[in-house]
């Protein structure tokens, strides 16, 4: 079926555009005369292609914006099967649609939102964060960036605390939903041997020893964190997905990416600390940041939950998101030199948390 919006940077138009921009109540009576397009993040984004688009007009008007970043599903097909697989496109275009709005400075402000579930089709366009520092997972983020990323997130974990059921969007899975383990697990099994190929000289011997435990595992360890409080996440904190402000009246950070998942709050800052903080950063800070995380939700109405439950749920999530790093880097093309370079940092980094706390120990199986 034809869409009505574009799917790549080739097949945007300034008709489009004009009807996009008047929809969001930024031009009334201006139109787009024409436009360019440049790629941003090459080597970062795996599962989708995005563009600094910088139009131009026929009439001035005050809140007509100089850039725009449009985002479109990658083309590779086999990223974008995973994508789909997970409905990726779907929960970010339901967040910017439902869920933002609440979301303060957290996120960009969304201009149009379109996307097709059956075929992946989809476009994000979005405030251009050009003034802000992007995050960089392969040099890794310090415990005071860290601080700030978890004081952005933590809200969203607490408006939806113990009643995720409560968000508007049906496309948000949970981390112990059938499809969830399935597409997990396919992606442990298929990604493991590929991935210590690949990345084997940054895992820990035992870990690459504990494959036939690990890989049978993995449906329980879903369930495993589903067990623990719910809520709604971002699901995907790592810093290419991270702006930091640089300029007076800029918020300290900013989050893109949201790959909204029903899990336990712990479950982004586990992500957080065990995949992007440095190693030795995250050693020295790592109690300390799970300290602060706990005390805020508490200020900010949770109830009901000891720093021993947060804990815990950051040492399960730690070994689950193991998971990940095998699914990144054994089953994704990492596209270029840089998109190597993240995929071989994140393994390292989690195969050192993953050894710090002793998790396999934590293995079902």
């Not at 409560?166 to 597409?183: F, K, N, R, T, Y």
């Not at 210590?196 to 504990?210: D, N, R, S, T, W």
Request: hydrophobic letters at 40%; one cysteine or more; a negative charge.
């Amino acid at each position: 079926m034809a869409r009505d919006y574009p799917t790549h940077p080739d097949e945007l138009t300034k008709e489009w555009l004009t009807g996009a921009l008047r929809d969001a109540g930024l031009i009334e009576r201006a139109s787009v005369t024409g436009f360019s397009t440049t790629p941003v993040g090459e080597g970062i984004g795996m599962l989708g292609v995005i563009a600094r688009v910088t139009p131009t007009y026929d009439v001035a008007e005050p809140k007509a914006p100089t850039s725009i970043v449009a985002k479109f599903p990658t083309p590779h097909p086999g990223n974008r099967a995973v994508a789909m697989a997970f409905r990726l496109y779907e929960r970010e275009a339901g967040f910017y649609r439902h869920i933002a709005p609440f979301m303060g400075q957290a996120a960009p402000d969304c201009y149009a939102s379109e996307v097709d579930g059956p075929s992946g089709d989809s476009v994000l366009l979005l405030e251009d964060l050009a003034g802000y520092r992007m995050g960089d997972q392969v040099a890794g983020c310090t415990a005071a960036e860290a601080y700030e990323i978890v004081d952005a997130v933590l809200p969203l974990h607490v408006k939806y605390w113990g009643q995720p059921e409560s968000m508007p969007l049906d496309c948000v899975p949970h981390i112990d939903s059938e499809s969830q383990i399935a597409g997990i697990s396919a992606g442990c099994e298929a990604g493991w041997d590929p991935c210590v190929q690949l990345f084997g000289h940054v895992m820990a011997p035992e870990i690459k020893a504990a494959r036939d435990r690990f890989v049978p595992s993995v449906p329980e360890l879903h369930r495993m964190m589903g067990r623990r409080t719910q809520t709604v996440i971002h699901g995907d904190v790592r810093l290419d997905n991270l702006m930091f402000g640089t300029a007076p009246g800029h918020p300290p950070v900013r989050l893109v990416d949201w790959a909204l998942t029903i899990s336990t709050g712990l479950h982004d800052v586990a992500y957080l600390l065990s995949q992007n903080v440095t190693t030795e950063e995250r050693r020295q800070h790592e109690k300390a940041l799970l300290q602060h995380y706990y005390g805020r939700v508490c200020e900010l109405g949770v109830t009901d939950y000891t720093f021993e439950e947060a804990w815990t749920d950051y040492r399960v999530a730690v070994l689950y998101l193991f998971c990940y790093a095998v699914v990144i880097g054994g089953t994704l093309d990492p596209a270029n030199a840089r998109g190597a370079s993240f995929m071989e940092k994140l393994i390292q980094r989690s195969s050192d948390t993953v050894m710090d706390h002793d998790l396999l120990t934590l293995l079902p199986v």
